[in-house]
């Protein structure tokens, strides 16, 4: 079973960059979908992004295609999620999650393994 750890949230201010990152404790990414979803307590799941095995990116969430952007690097060893302009709304626990699917899916069902989460918190 792949271990997922993200890192890079933390307290900012509105209007700042932050970089999260999704890493595999054992395994390269490569051969998986990855996605990013946010939850806040009490609210739904919301799926943020995906890349696919194909390498196929996904914004699933229109509100926020201006400001969050996916990426990994060359081997996929990680995946990053970097959020431009972060908002007080972007205050969430971050995580990732992969799924053997060749496509990427907005479906939190579709995804098999999750890290703990990185939360990020906005405020002034």
């Known amino acids: 079973q792949v271990q997922l750890v993200e890192s890079g949230g933390g307290s900012v201010q509105p209007g700042d960059t932050l970089r999260l990152s999704c890493t595999a404790s054992?395994?390269?990414?490569?051969?998986?979908?990855v996605a990013w979803f946010r939850e806040v307590p009490g609210q739904r799941r919301e799926a943020l992004s995906c890349v696919s095995r194909g390498g196929q990116q996904v914004i699933f969430l229109d509100s926020v295609k201006d400001r969050f952007t996916i990426s990994s690097d060359g081997a996929k060893t990680t995946v990053y999620l970097q959020i431009s302009n972060l908002r007080r709304e972007d205050t969430a626990l971050y995580s990732c999650?992969?799924?053997?699917?060749?496509?990427?899916?907005?479906?939190?069902?579709?995804?098999?393994?999750w890290g703990q989460g990185t939360q990020v918190t906005v405020s002034s």
């Open positions: 054992e395994y390269t990414l490569e051969f998986y979908t």
């Open positions: 999650a992969v799924s053997n699917d060749w496509l990427c899916s907005d479906l939190a069902t579709r995804y098999k393994a």
